[in-house]
């Protein structure tokens, strides 16, 4: 497939990485010359909303790319901070996140590339691909099955198997996540 995209940005919290997420990620890096894929609540304590770190959900999308039949792409990470209640703090985050990287990737996609934005819009929680205006071109994946799934109901499912059966039972919760 040729890399129509300069860079795609993918956005999410990805907590934890799960086969919707990869689904979009896989379209991103087949497209594109480099993908820069931003982490929400970067910098969050554990909870059960964020039950991992900025590395391990890194670690875990590192990972999962390692296994792909793909060849010749750039995927890039980086945090994302929250900023409850000031959606323009937010966005400037993106923005100066997405700046660094066209410095650092310029010589793979030019000066002036085109910023495309994934991900999969489907309902208020994803609010932010509509957020930026024309600043991005928008590449939205069309929703399959694999997007009714939600990384809340992967972390549910998690943490009912482990209080119900143990650590050791979460086969289910496996078959929503990549295998790596």
């Known amino acids: ?32 010359k480099a993908v820069l894929v931003l982490i929400g609540s970067a910098r969050q304590a554990r909870t059960t909303k964020n039950p991992f770190t900025y590395d391990e959900r890194k670690s875990m999308i590192e990972e999962w790319a390692k296994g792909l039949q793909l060849s010749n792409y750039t995927l890039l990470f980086a945090p994302l901070q929250d900023h409850p209640y000031n959606d323009q703090a937010w ?8 700046d660094t990287a066209k410095s650092r990737l310029a010589d793979k996609i030019g000066l002036n590339p085109v910023v495309t934005l994934t991900g999969a819009d489907r309902d208020q929680s994803t609010w932010y691909l509509n957020a930026f205006g024309d600043l991005f071109k928008k590449q939205f994946v069309e929703e399959d ?9 992967v972390r549910e499912k998690m943490f009912r198997q482990e209080q119900v059966s143990g650590p050791d039972s979460l086969s289910s919760v496996r078959e929503m996540v990549p295998r790596t």
């Open 145 to 153: 099955s694999s997007f009714s799934l939600s990384a809340t109901q």
């Open 91 to 98: 966005i400037r985050g993106v923005q100066d996140a997405v």
């Open 1 to 32: 497939m040729a890399k129509t995209n300069d860079l795609t940005v993918f956005i999410g919290r990805f907590s934890p990485f799960h086969n919707g997420h990869a689904q979009v990620l896989f379209e991103a890096l087949s497209s594109s």
